[in-house]
């Protein structure tokens, strides 16, 4: 990570670059419940690496995950292919050590007090600031990475990236439960993950060099040592010249990562071209995205959120509709079209967290039966 100063601005090529990050749980396949055995499926699995160099299996702060890492590809189906391969080959190893490999943003009745810790200087000095929250992160999530062209292009293209914010966490939501009680929320992992101090919303800020600023001072503070070190929901990611999407809980099966990999890299393309053309793009008040965040994290599908400055309401499938006809003609600009297509599929099938509880009202409670189909899931 090169430091903070006027060449921090993105450096890989311009887009329709594109990468992603999807997380998986590990879980013991005669009882689901979590198993910190991460580091015997990294011996069995191996060295991976794409056609970059780029490391496809990596550790992560808990030892009962293992994480999927894209190369860097021109298309959607590219990543997913990638990320589909590289998961043949996790599955391999984890079944060596009979273990089960499933998606979501939380496990439903795991303790996060009994899950390990990987130990690395940057995961001890997490640890060792943020203490109890911290140790709560018992949490998965999928991450996209979309190239853009000009440093200063980030925060326009970002702030008005937030008005999508609901629509991208409604359609992922995936962990209702944890510690074996339904929430009432769709992604309980949203709001666990905001207490850490560095996590949560950005900052909405005019310009780059703002940003530049910003990390000037914390890293002067000691808030943070390097940019990676900032967990917002969306950031930028200096080192791969890319926006990153982190919004989106764990997503369980490959056609919902398909569909949700073209929504959000049809968002950004679309924005970016529209910057490139002069157009000043819509946003709306950092208490409004603040707004829409619980309202999705709470009601999922079935939140009515804030579409605008001027405060106007709508709910978020009705929105989401509107959404994909415009985006349609830059999906077949970007040769996604069918799987942007895919996202109006989730509504109709049910969002994870939806599929979740019906699992778990037709076992009478028993919430090892939604492992159970969360493995499932991911098999398929």
């Known amino acids: 990570m090169p430091p903070p100063g006027p060449r921090t601005g993105p450096v890989t090529p311009p887009p329709p670059t594109l990468g992603s990050v999807w997380v998986i749980a590990l879980a013991y396949n005669n009882t689901p419940n979590l198993t910190n055995t991460a580091a015997g499926v990294f011996d069995t699995v191996g060295d991976l690496r794409a056609h970059d160099g780029t490391p496809q299996v990596t550790k992560e702060l808990l030892r009962n995950t293992v994480e999927l890492v894209s190369g860097v590809h021109d298309t959607v189906g ?3 292919d990638d990320l589909s391969g590289t998961m043949d080959a996790v599955r391999s190893a984890a079944d060596a050590v009979g273990v089960d490999l499933f998606c979501a943003g939380t496990h439903p009745f795991a303790q996060w007090s009994t899950q390990q810790l990987t130990r690395t200087a940057h995961y001890d000095e997490l640890i060792e600031r943020t203490q109890w929250w911290g140790r709560q992160m018992l949490i998965w999530g999928v991450h996209v990475h979309v190239g853009v062209s000009h440093p200063e292009k980030v925060f326009p293209i970002l702030n008005s990236l937030l008005l999508s914010y609901p629509h991208l966490l409604a359609l ?21 993950f905001q207490q850490l ?4 919303l ?16 914390q890293m002067k503070t000691g808030v943070i040592e ?11 990611a200096p080192k791969w010249g890319t926006i990153e999407v982190r919004v989106c809980d764990g997503i369980p099966t490959r056609l919902e990562l398909s569909a949700i990999v073209a929504l959000i890299h049809c968002l950004v393309v679309d924005l970016d071209r529209r910057v490139e053309a002069g157009e000043t793009l819509p946003t709306i008040p950092p208490w ?13 599908l079935d939140a009515i959120i ?34 942007l297509a895919l996202v109006a599929e989730i509504p109709q099938r049910g969002a994870s967290y939806q599929r979740q509880r019906r699992v778990a009202a037709a076992a009478q409670g028993d919430l090892v039966a939604v492992v159970d189909a969360l493995v499932k899931e991911l098999d398929a």
């Open 197 to 200: 101090p560095t996590a949560g």
């Open 78 to 80: 590219e990543v997913v």
């Open 202 to 217: 950005p900052f909405q800020f005019e310009n780059w060099s703002q940003f530049e600023g910003f990390v000037h001072d």
């Open 172 to 192: 992922s939501a995936s962990s209702p439960m944890w510690a074996g009680i339904d929430t009432g929320y769709a992604s309980n992992r949203a709001l666990m």
């Open 288 to 300: 409004h995205v603040q707004e829409n965040k619980w309202r999705a994290a709470r009601y999922g």
């Open 306 to 339: 804030i579409t605008d400055a001027q405060s106007n309401e709508r709910l978020v499938t009705d929105d989401l509709s509107e959404l994909l006809n415009r985006l349609e003609p830059v999906a077949k600009q970007l040769g996604c079209e069918k799987e």
């Open 226 to 236: 390097q940019l990676g070190g900032m967990h917002w929901d969306i950031r930028p």
